[in-house]
Each structure stands twice: as structure tokens, then as C-alpha cells.
């Protein structure tokens, strides 16, 4: 019953590291498409 638990806790564990980065990305993603709304517009 513990063993079980403790694969669970690691692939959960696993699942939100693999998670991490692709959160990241998005949020540099997101930064850079407003940043370059916001040129593109001041430059009209």
C-alpha cells in the first residue's frame, strides 16, 4: 500500500516537472507578444 503511494507521489512529482518549463515558455511567449503589439502599435 505505502509502495503504491510513492510511485504515485513520484509520477505526479514527475508530471509537474515536466509541466515547469512549458509554463515558463508560455509566460516568455506571452511577453514577447504583448512587447511586440506594443512597438508594432507605438510604431504606427
Do not use: S
Request: net charge positive; charged share 20%.
Amino acid at each position: 500500500m505505502k509502495h503504491k503511494n510513492m510511485c504515485y507521489d513520484n509520477r505526479y512529482k514527475y508530471k509537474l516537472n515536466m509541466l515547469e518549463p512549458g509554463l515558463i515558455m508560455t509566460k516568455i511567449i506571452g511577453v514577447l507578444f504583448v512587447t511586440g503589439i506594443l512597438f508594432w502599435a507605438t510604431g504606427l
